[in-house]
């Protein structure tokens, strides 16, 4: 675990003394967007993702290509889930690929292909321009939105997971996932010092018992319609009985105690094409053996037993 300064690596944990034991999360640097009057333009075989399988935020952009029919159009890398001392690399770990572009051994090798004396983390997921060797983002919230939109002339997919009409109700919605819980399991798992946890933590479960309520009304977060803002809580859901309560001591209770949200997890988890975007695997590999300040023996839990493809109640929602 580390970072780039000025182009050189540096071996670093997270630094939250200056914060009061609080993690803070760094803006991602890279924000260019893909159209057809930019100098990223949307083409077939022209874009490349790098991303983890282990981690949530590039889960949410893995879910995007998938269900707006970009597999054909935008090829993928899969880092190991191992992120060590030199951050992300590629490995033959099962399920991993290697960097099917130019063969390099560490993540922050690309971050200076794209700007040589680069200084920040180095972070997935990477959607990479092949024409221009460059990052054009690498912020999972934007390229989203680009999946969702930007590729449609190209795929003639035209559903809509970021509608106009629903777009202040999701941008609502995202802020206090994120903050609570996106971020909300980080902001407790990484924190160093009790008060930091517990503030944490509370602000967790009121926002996860905030869900719960919405889902007792409604089918999905913004008005019986699924959109992003239920993908962008699926990564952290599915995440969250296998690692989170376990290694980021989230343990009030499980997401599976909770009538609605466990549900609502099956229901997303069985939407088509998602379940063989989930790999269980990478993802408790990643956290038990990457995080060794948390738990220095990297040794990986056996359980939980999860069955996600059990039936779910959703359909009988009104809305
Ligand atoms: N804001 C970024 C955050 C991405 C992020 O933090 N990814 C984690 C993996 S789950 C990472 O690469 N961490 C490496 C680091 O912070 O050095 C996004 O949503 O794309």
Request: aromatic fraction near 14%; charged fraction near 25%.
């Amino acid at each position: 675990m580390g970072l780039l300064v000025e182009g050189r690596w540096q071996d670093k944990w997270y630094d939250t003394d200056k914060n009061g034991g609080k993690f803070k999360r760094q803006e991602s640097q890279f924000r260019h967007t893909v159209s057809d009057n930019g100098p990223f333009r949307p083409e077939s075989d022209r874009y490349h993702l790098f991303l983890s399988l282990a981690c949530p935020w590039a889960h949410r952009a893995l879910i995007l290509r998938k269900l707006k029919g970009l597999e054909a159009h935008i090829d993928i890398s899969i880092v190991s889930p191992d992120m060590l001392e030199n951050g992300w690399e590629f490995s033959d770990y099962p399920g991993s690929t290697g960097d099917k572009l130019y063969g390099l051994d560490y993540m922050h090798q690309l971050y200076t292909k794209a700007k040589p004396d680069y200084t920040g983390r180095v972070t997935v997921p990477v959607l990479w321009d092949k024409a221009r060797q460059t990052i054009v983002n690498n912020e999972s919230s934007e390229i989203v939105r680009i999946f969702n939109s930007d590729f449609n002339t190209l795929t003639d997919n035209k559903l809509d997971f970021y509608p106009a009409e629903l777009q202040p109700a999701i941008d609502k919605v995202n802020d206090w996932v994120y903050h609570r819980i996106n971020n909300g399991v980080y902001k407790t798992g990484f924190a160093t010092t009790q008060e930091a946890y517990e503030e944490a933590f509370g602000e967790l479960f009121e926002g996860l018992d905030y869900v719960e309520q919405i889902l007792a009304e409604q089918r999905y977060l913004v008005k019986g319609q699924l959109t992003e803002a239920d993908w962008r809580l699926f990564t952290t859901l599915v995440r969250f009985d296998p690692v989170y309560v376990g290694h980021f001591k989230c343990n009030r209770q499980r997401i599976a105690d909770y009538p609605n949200l466990s549900n609502y997890l099956r229901e997303l988890y069985q939407h088509p094409g998602i379940a063989e975007t989930v790999n269980l695997d990478q993802i408790k590999r990643h956290y038990y053996y990457s995080h060794t300040m948390i738990n220095p023996t990297q040794v990986i839990p056996k359980g939980p037993e999860l069955d996600w493809q059990r039936p779910h109640n959703r359909a009988d929602k009104p809305i």
